[in-house]
């Protein structure tokens, strides 16, 4: 545990200390030892080390305990092994003498239940200054899937600030081996018995209820305290009083292989997602995994905006939804993000593009349909992503039809375009550092009728496949009935409640995205290596490092090259989807974040 720059700065500004250092080791000193003297409330909520398995201490236990682990059954040093707490000069001292004595093999195997940290050499705290302490008293927690829960991790965080709110005791090393001996009496107490009249419970509540109030803190903090404040009354909220229940004959053999088959399934459940990270948007999940895998250290600077940073020794790298990176010259995303703007660099590069006029008034736009009433065409907005407002007419549109159309693209942006329709089947290929890496064939959101559901009810089996969610944290994404939908139903003749026949398809989407309910299906392996290499050269025209490009192709089984591309580019998305590319509906999909990662950090 490390204590926040902001918070330590603040400190040592009220401080009479003169050194940043020897107040920083001043303060994870004193937290240390009021950590040791109150760590009784942490073997007593969280112990779960109840019994050992017949056999394995030299005298079984009568009775199930709190934590064989937090007492001087668990995994600690001889009794010789005692070091003073009184000053970092002193506690240096004492370990370096044990080491040298040959009692310790090393410093590391010094098993306190809080250890200085951030240096190989402890003397060197002494120069360099603590820099965390490492906690050792916490059991698994069998009842979460991550051994431990984000209410525990809250309440230790609360406790850890009460403990700097607490004075330092004036006799430590008494008081310390008095808590040791306080701690080892409710490790080994049963866990449902109280906690003994000796322990100062007061004082640590109130402490903690003194930050909250002081500090304002959240009600996260304060549902916390109270959750422990109700522990303490009552064992059996405690989580060794709760598997007191799942003993069997003082053994866990069956209990601990029913939660490993149950956190078995929960594991493969959404096997795609980073457990304990699924509020990330996906392709950042998956990037965050690959960067855990290769031993890549990371931060989440900002949840919400998807925003990490990844470092590797000196060298660090800033990414943003999984593959928006320093590679990227600045504009260039922004440059991708205006429709307009991308036709233009592509068509004097010499690509092909849709022809079309951009308009940012409605009545101009109505005034369009005189020129585009007999023809195929696309609205959509003239900055968006994920298919958001677009509206797509592979036939001629009627009036009313084409001025719904301008509505939803306006509800997106105050600009849109109104582009020919180009006939064929959309791909979007997704082009890493000038190399096309994947290709994927994007269905339409669709129904298949099967002569008993309404379009609505289908609608509802399909979004029950568990690959569907919301909001790109899921490979699909759940398919709506909103008014694109039902524009699109209207224009084939359909209405939400009518009953399809067995084996009718009908789209409730003329765009592809998948963000909008499309099904996904990898093609890399059968794609023309011509539109591979169409699509990487159109990046390049762009500048972009990383990008989705996305062709209408007439026929894939026809040859492409530049002089004769036989396909149109309709756009360029600056923050392509990974994960649609991994985890497919159909075909084996390719792993894209390894990739980005490699780039980034070449020396790995």
């Not at 309404?454 to 398919?479: F, M, T, Y």
Request: include cysteine; charged fraction near 25%; charge should be negative.
């Amino acid at each position: 545990m490390e204590l926040g720059k902001d918070l330590t700065q603040a400190l040592f500004d009220l401080s009479d200390y003169d050194d940043q250092t020897s107040f920083r080791n001043a303060l994870y000193l004193k937290l240390a030892k009021n950590f040791i003297r109150y760590r009784w409330l942490l073997t007593y909520l969280y112990g779960a080390s109840p019994i050992a398995e017949k056999g394995f201490l030299k005298k079984d236990l009568e009775h199930p305990v709190r934590s064989l682990r937090n007492s001087h059954l668990g995994y600690v040093n001889h009794d010789n092994i005692k070091i003073s707490y009184v000053s970092l000069e002193q506690y240096v001292h004492e370990l370096e003498g044990f080491v040298a004595s040959g009692d310790l093999i090393a410093e590391k195997e010094f098993y306190s239940p809080v250890r200085l940290r951030g240096s190989k050499v402890c003397r060197d705290y002494l120069e360099k200054g603590i820099t965390y302490l490492e906690f050792r008293t916490f059991d698994i927690n069998p009842y979460s899937p991550i051994g431990i829960s984000q209410e525990t991790v809250d309440s230790v965080h609360l406790f850890l600030l009460a403990l700097l709110w607490l004075d330092a005791s004036a006799a430590i090393d008494q008081d310390l081996e008095e808590a040791n001996q306080l701690n080892d009496l409710i490790a080994l107490s049963h866990p449902l018995e109280k906690l003994p009249s000796q322990a100062p419970v007061d004082d640590i509540l109130g402490a903690m209820h003194a930050v909250i109030q002081h500090f304002q803190l959240p009600q996260t903090y304060q549902d916390c305290l109270h959750q422990i404040e109700e522990a303490v009354n009552n064992p059996h909220l405690t989580i060794a009083g709760r598997l007191l229940e799942d003993i069997d004959d003082l053994s866990l053999e069956a209990f601990g292989q029913k939660q490993g088959r149950h956190y078995h399934d929960h594991a493969w459940t959404a096997h795609y997602a980073l457990k304990g990270y699924e509020p990330m948007e996906l392709s950042t999940q998956m990037l965050m995994f690959d960067a855990i895998q290769k031993g890549v250290n990371l931060e989440i600077l900002d949840e919400a905006d998807q925003f990490l940073k990844l470092w590797h020794g000196d060298h660090v790298e800033y990414v943003k939804n999984g593959n928006m990176t320093s590679k990227d010259n600045y504009v260039i995303p922004l440059a991708m993000a205006n429709k307009v703007v991308t036709k233009k660099i592509l068509n004097q590069a010499g690509f092909p593009v849709p022809s079309g006029a951009e308009f940012t008034d409605k009545t101009e736009a109505l005034r369009y349909y005189s020129q585009i009433k007999d023809k195929a065409i696309v609205v959509k907005p003239k900055s968006t992503n994920f298919g958001l407002g677009i509206s797509i007419f592979k036939e001629p549109a009627d009036l009313a039809s084409y001025e719904k159309a301008l509505d939803i693209a306006f509800s997106e942006d105050s600009a849109l375009l109104v582009e020919e329709f180009i006939a064929g089947t959309e791909y979007r290929f997704f082009v890493l550092d000038g190399k096309c890496e994947a290709v994927l064939l994007r269905v339409a959101a669709n129904v298949v009728g099967d002569g008993k559901h309404s379009i609505r009810q289908l609608v509802d089996l399909k979004n029950q496949n568990p690959l569907r969610g919301r909001d790109h944290r899921s490979p699909l994404e759940i398919i709506d009935l909103g008014d694109i939908e039902l524009l699109m139903l209207n224009q084939q003749g359909y209405g939400p409640d009518d009953i399809l026949a067995d084996g009718v398809k009908v789209d409730l989407r003329r765009n592809s995205n998948i963000s909008t309910g499309g099904d996904s299906i990898d093609v890399t392996d059968s794609m023309g290596p011509g539109y591979k290499d169409l699509a990487a050269q159109m990046a390049v025209a762009m500048g972009a490092w990383a990008c989705g490009v996305d062709l209408i192709i007439p026929d894939a089984s026809q040859s492409s090259t530049k002089a004769q591309p036989n396909c149109t580019c309709i756009e360029l998305n600056f923050n392509p989807s990974m994960y649609m590319h991994t985890y497919c509906q159909e075909g084996s999909g390719q792993a894209i974040t390894p990739k980005i990662l490699a780039k980034l950090f070449p020396e790995l």
